[in-house]
């Protein structure tokens, strides 16, 4: 079906759309395997990434231009879940290895990268971070 964004600026569009296939994959985990096997892939992404399309010309990203922030933002949503399923399947962090710390002294870093991450919070970062890049420049 068509896949509307949400938003006044083109990277809260986009974001809305990004951030809307992320929700649907985390509602439907069994999806990505079951599309995989079936080898519909394409088919399951190209409503987001038409709609993405759609915004990118708008901002005059075409082409291998486009086809790149696409398939980028897509990465980013499928290893950010990828991810998130294999960490929980594993022992959270180990606040002893606080004390094996090589880096500068920051102890709230320390402590933060110490704690279990924040999927959601993680997965924000780094969209915004992609988004920046829509910026015109």
């Not at 992404?45 to 398939?71: M, Y």
């Amino acid at each position: 079906g068509t896949i509307r964004p949400a938003g006044k600026t083109p990277q809260a569009r986009v974001g809305s759309l990004v951030r809307r296939l992320r929700v649907a994959l985390l509602d439907h985990p069994h999806l990505i395997g079951l599309v995989h096997e079936r080898g519909a892939a394409a088919r399951m992404f190209q409503p987001v990434q038409a709609a993405l399309a759609t915004e990118l010309a708008r901002i005059g990203q075409h082409g291998e231009e486009a086809a790149l922030t696409i398939l980028a933002l897509q990465q980013h949503v499928l290893a950010s879940l990828v991810l998130e399923r294999a960490l929980a399947r594993t022992p959270g962090p180990d606040p002893e290895q606080i004390q094996d710390w090589q880096g500068p002294d920051d102890p709230a870093l320390v402590a933060r990268l110490a704690e279990q991450p924040d999927h959601e919070q993680l997965f924000e970062v780094g969209l915004v971070a992609l988004l920046a890049h829509l910026a015109p420049g």
